[in-house]
């Protein structure tokens, strides 16, 4: 069965840190570059941070610096280190898997929520 699994959301205050995690499962973890996207109420769904089986990052602005992803291919799984966390990080993260063969859909997770309040 393919699925992606998040975990690790929460309640943190401002400046503090939270870690998530995806696990895959049903799909060759190699082929794919994984990324987290998320989504604030009212807000469209947005890039955060992605990494390539060969551990090329990308991040969005707001985040570089704060965030950082990394993965390991041995146990299907894709992380997305949280620091400095303020306010307007709150949101729905949700992990996703892209493949690099061409034609192949996108995977996504159920998402977990992150709220960044005092």
């Known amino acids: 069965q393919v699925q992606l699994v998040e975990s690790g959301g929460g309640l943190v205050q401002p400046g503090g840190s939270l870690g998530l995690s995806c696990a895959a499962s049903?799909?060759?973890?190699?082929?794919?570059?994984m990324g987290w996207y998320r989504q604030a109420p009212g807000k469209q769904r947005e890039l955060v941070a992605t990494?390539?089986?060969?551990?090329?990052?990308i991040y969005t602005d707001a985040v570089k610096g704060r965030f950082t992803i990394s993965r390991d291919n041995a146990k299907n799984t894709v992380y997305l280190q949280m620091n400095s966390l303020k306010a307007e990080d709150t949101a729905t993260y949700y992990c996703?898997?892209?493949?690099?063969?061409?034609?192949?859909?996108?995977?996504w997770g159920q998402g977990t929520q992150v709220t960044v309040s005092s």
């Open positions: 996703n898997a892209r493949p690099t063969i061409p034609g192949w859909r996108d995977l």
């Open positions: 990494i390539t089986s060969g551990a090329t990052t």
């Open positions: 049903g799909i060759r973890f190699s082929i794919y570059t």
